[in-house]
């Protein structure tokens, strides 16, 4: 049995040329071709799901190295910039 489009089973079907078992036989086959895609689509789909995961994985931790390195540079500042307390503060 080969699978042919649902529309022709159909069409085949209202018109007399194929029998209810034929008819029926079509359509699991066709049912069948569906579930075949969706898991390979679902497949597909899982991959770039893992991939993108990863991506923002990769950045998030990028992104907390380079918080921690400004937190630093910018602990070191606010140290060079304070008055010194030695020094008397001059207008």
Known sequence: MATYD???VFADYAQGAITPEMAVGHSLQHIDKLYEAQTT???AWRMEIDAL???ISTQQALIERLTA???KV???????NAPSPSKPNQP
């Open 6 to 8: 649902h529309k022709q």
């Open 53 to 55: 995961k990863k991506q």
């Open 41 to 43: 689509a679902r497949s």
């Open 69 to 71: 390195f400004m937190e």
């Open 74 to 80: 910018l602990r070191t500042q606010k140290k060079l």
